[in-house]
């Protein structure tokens, strides 16, 4: 499978391994993002990351991109044989009204109940292919096909933060207040990013989510549990 170098400035280099959403590509996405991590690359100051690309910054006063591809080179060879560590989350969501205000929309345009969206939103593990938009914000794969619906068309100026949304093939949390234009089915209590913690955000490419439908009494119990600082989602460590 051919790979692409792109500079990007001239303090990072990005390598493009195709151009689709893809759990193949984004894997190799990862295992690279691994590798580089696993073997300390001279002047890689940060690694982003994304669909089907991965983002290398570096420092140009240690290395330079033509160095950065012959390192980036040796490697491919061996990403196959990189383990990787990721972590299931179990996302506990509230399907509600009051949570849910595109439920019914979704419902109407996929000719489905609002019990059976919510049972295929609920029945699928999910892949966090990448973070990003929004600080925290997670691109989860692959959606049902009966759920896939465009975008909006007249995105929100305010999406309330913690909203579960579904969108083309993917479904996605907003971290935050924020506008968005992707259609709202619930909404989970749990915090999604913290700047002042040491990993700021919850989730990582490569993780794993299951959602969890939850009562509106739930919702409110959790909630306040994480205002207090008492709460993390239920998690495992697997090994891929």
């Known amino acids: 499978m051919s790979v692409r170098f792109l500079p990007s400035g001239d303090t990072a280099l990005v390598v493009e391994f195709g151009d689709r959403v893809d759990r193949e590509l984004n ?9 580089l991590r696993e073997h300390a690359i001279s002047g890689v100051v940060e690694t982003v990351p994304t669909f089907r690309s ?8 240690q290395t330079g991109a033509a160095e950065l591809i012959g390192a980036v080179q040796s490697l491919l060879g061996q990403e196959s044989r990189v383990r990787r560590e990721a972590t299931l989350w179990r996302v506990p969501v509230c399907y509600e009204n009051q949570y849910a205000p595109d439920m019914a929309y979704v419902a109407e345009r996929t000719g489905l109940s609002a019990d059976r969206v919510i049972a295929l939103h609920c029945g699928t593990r999910y892949h966090v292919y990448m973070i990003g938009f929004l600080p925290g914000f997670p691109y989860l794969g692959d959606l049902p096909a009966e759920l896939e619906l465009a975008r909006r068309t007249d995105p929100r100026l305010k999406v309330p933060g913690g909203s579960v949304a579904i969108a083309t093939s993917l479904t996605g949390i907003y971290p935050v207040e924020s506008p968005g234009g992707w259609h709202l089915i619930g909404a989970t209590p749990i915090r999604l990013f913290d700047a002042k913690q040491k990993t700021p955000s919850l989730f990582a490419p490569g993780d794993q989510v299951i959602f969890c439908p939850i009562s509106r009494d739930d919702f409110n119990r959790v909630r306040s549990a994480v205002t207090a600082g008492g709460y993390r989602p239920q998690h495992g460590k697997l090994v891929l």
Do not use: G, S, T
């Not at 983002?55 to 006063?61: E, Q, R, S």
């Open 27 to 35: 894997a190799r996405v990862l295992r690279l993002d691994a590798a």
């Open 54 to 61: 991965l983002c290398i910054h570096y420092d140009p006063l």
